[in-house]
């Protein structure tokens, strides 16, 4: 039988998801009892047991100064952002996806604006957002509104440009109306999409978001992160860079259950 015809059984499947965690945790493990060997004062490589106490350390223990426990708050405002940021960048995706991928008009007003604003590096205008916007709230949530819905928009658009025009010519047969289609035919059939492109944008949404709490914030995880990097203290940045990446997967967890329930027929697609 071909390789290319062969499935794993469940079991393997298991060992074989965690077969490049293991690996890479055993190298870091090598890798830093190689370098405390050497220097017993190195920060660069902290021993996983050092990492594992400064977890606990973080999620349990409150600061010294305040009582708060940070790391608990640094999320909380973190997710603020990101949610408010991502619900805008959905929402306006979906509308204006779906204008330009229905209406003629409109796919040539914005499909070319779009195209281009989606090519302008989100990073490289940072600075006028906080000029614009100051240093707020406003400035980091409008940082990951231009990075991802941009794209976003062209995701769906293109989506609703691939719905067979048969559909459509059967709903106005029928007598149904732009807006009856739009909401009776084209919106069950990229709302799959949607949650997709919103899976596909958080990885960048939460590059943005690091970005901008990095540079002007007081509380976050992406702040916290490089507050203490002044300090070389690895096993705390180590400890907020799994947290992040927990916390991400979680979310793409949850929107993938969200999309097989809401659109059973959809699974394989997604």
Do not use: C, H
Not at 21 to 47: M, T
Not at 92 to 106: D, E, Q, T
Not at 193 to 220: K, M
Not at 236 to 256: E, H
């Amino acid at each position: 039988m071909r390789l290319i015809n062969q499935s794993p059984a469940r079991p393997a499947a298991i060992v074989l998801m965690i077969l490049p965690f293991a690996a890479l945790a055993i190298a870091y493990a090598v890798g830093s009892e190689i370098r405390l060997a050497a220097n017993p004062q190195d920060k660069l490589l902290p021993a996983p047991s050092q990492i594992w106490d400064t977890a606990v350390r973080l999620f349990t223990e409150g600061d010294r100064r305040t009582g708060r426990i940070l790391l608990w708050y640094d999320t909380g405002a973190s997710l603020g952002r990101l949610a408010i940021g991502v619900a805008i960048s959905a929402l306006s995706a979906l509308v204006f996806g779906m204008a330009i991928g229905m209406l003629p008009y409109a796919r040539r007003t914005l499909g070319g604006f779009v195209g281009v604003i989606s090519m302008v590096p989100p990073l490289a205008i940072l600075p006028i957002l906080f000029i614009i916007f100051g240093l707020g709230e406003v400035s980091k949530v409008a940082l990951i509104v231009v990075g991802i819905t941009p794209v976003m928009i062209r995701d769906l658009s293109a989506r609703t440009l691939e719905i067979p025009r048969e559909m459509i010519v059967k709903a106005e047969t029928l007598g149904a109306s732009s807006a009856v289609i739009a909401l009776r035919v084209v919106l069950p059939q990229i709302l799959p999409r949607l949650i997709s492109s919103i899976r596909l944008s958080l990885g960048p949404a939460w590059l943005f978001l690091i970005a901008a709490e990095a540079i002007a914030a007081q509380l976050g995880l992406g702040y916290r992160i490089f507050l203490v990097r002044r300090y070389l203290a690895m096993d705390v940045i180590l400890t907020y860079v799994i947290w992040i990446t927990l916390l991400a997967f979680v979310m793409d967890y949850a929107l993938r259950l969200l999309a097989r329930k809401a659109f059973p027929w959809t699974e394989a697609a997604l």
